[in-house]
């Protein structure tokens, strides 16, 4: 049996097993948007946030983490009597299962990526949320994780696909590019010899004249 809550906000599901038999398969049939809730040192339900696509750890508002951690600590029995508790959250691909974990235990492969928050008692804020439960009593889990999956590899095609035609413009323009530069270096090319042939052509011209000049000069003199 699973328990699903509608955040405040109206954007988000949130979502717990009802006791360690359903943590267990929360844990290992999570989804990659999933972001686990648990109260620090404390027994506690597992609480998910099931964020949206590409949104990180850290773009969790102030407003979702406090429906998240005040529904945490309302199903602790020792924390939801207490004035405060911490609690620590972090994604459900971060958790870490082994063999010799009791039910409802977790690790984390990288501790580093773990966050934790000071919360107090927010009655108001968990009555809300548990107007919008909802109870399932056999989610598909698996099912629904295998679906999510075929639909990431799909989406990495997509993007791959999408790479490929973008590099493929890239390298049409890029021999574009390299043609237009060959061009205006044939053209610079043909410009310097043009420029050639006309320094030459000015060079004849003025021997001719000069020489022309020079005879002019010596019919003068014999005449003379």
Same mark, same amino acid.
């Given at each position: 049996?699973?328990?699903?809550?509608?955040?405040?906000?109206?954007?988000?599901?949130?979502?717990?097993?009802?006791?360690?038999?359903?943590?267990?398969?929360?844990?290992?049939?999570?989804?990659?948007?999933?972001?686990?809730?648990?109260?620090?040192?404390?027994?506690?339900?597992?609480?998910?946030?099931?964020?949206?696509?590409?949104?990180?750890?850290?773009?969790?508002?102030?407003?979702?983490?406090?429906?998240?951690?005040?529904?945490?600590?309302?199903?602790?029995?020792?924390?939801?009597?207490?004035?405060?508790?911490?609690?620590?959250?972090?994604?459900? /691909?971060?958790?870490? @299962?082994?063999?010799?974990?009791?039910?409802?235990?977790?690790?984390?492969? *990288?501790?580093?990526? =773990? +966050? $934790?928050?000071?919360?107090?008692?927010?009655?108001?804020?968990?009555?809300?949320?548990?107007?919008?439960?909802?109870?399932?009593?056999?989610?598909?889990?698996?099912?629904?994780?295998?679906?999510?999956?075929?639909?990431?590899?799909?989406?990495? /095609?997509?993007?791959? @696909?999408?790479?490929?035609?973008?590099?493929?413009?890239?390298?049409?323009? *890029?021999?574009?590019? =390299? +043609? $237009?530069?060959?061009?205006?270096?044939?053209?610079?090319?043909?410009?310097?010899?043009?420029?050639?042939?006309?320094?030459?052509?000015?060079?004849?011209?003025?021997?001719?004249?000069?020489?022309?000049?020079?005879?002019?000069?010596?019919?003068?003199?014999?005449?003379?």
């Amino acid at each position: 049996m699973v328990y699903y809550f509608t955040s405040r906000c109206g954007e988000y599901t949130i979502y717990m097993g009802r006791d360690k038999y359903e943590n267990e398969d929360l844990i290992k049939y999570g989804l990659p948007e999933d972001v686990w809730f648990h109260v620090d040192d404390l027994s506690s339900a597992h609480v998910y946030m099931r964020q949206k696509k590409n949104e990180k750890l850290d773009d969790i508002s102030p407003e979702l983490l406090l429906d998240c951690c005040s529904l945490v600590k309302a199903n602790s029995i020792a924390g939801c009597k207490m004035n405060s508790v911490y609690v620590v959250y972090t994604r459900w /691909k971060n958790l870490k @299962k082994t063999n010799s974990m009791v039910d409802g235990a977790v690790g984390y492969h *990288r501790p580093e990526n =773990v +966050r $934790r928050m000071s919360i107090g008692k927010n009655n108001p804020v968990v009555n809300a949320l548990n107007k919008t439960k909802v109870v399932e009593d056999n989610p598909d889990l698996w099912k629904l994780q295998q679906d999510r999956e075929r639909e990431r590899i799909a989406e990495k /095609k997509e993007v791959r @696909k999408e790479q490929v035609a973008e590099q493929a413009i890239k390298e049409k323009q *890029r021999k574009a590019s =390299v +043609r $237009r530069m060959k061009v205006k270096e044939d053209q610079q090319t043909q410009d310097i010899l043009d420029q050639i042939e006309r320094t030459k052509l000015e060079n004849l011209n003025i021997s001719d004249d000069d020489e022309e000049s020079f005879g002019s000069e010596g019919e003068d003199s014999l005449g003379f």
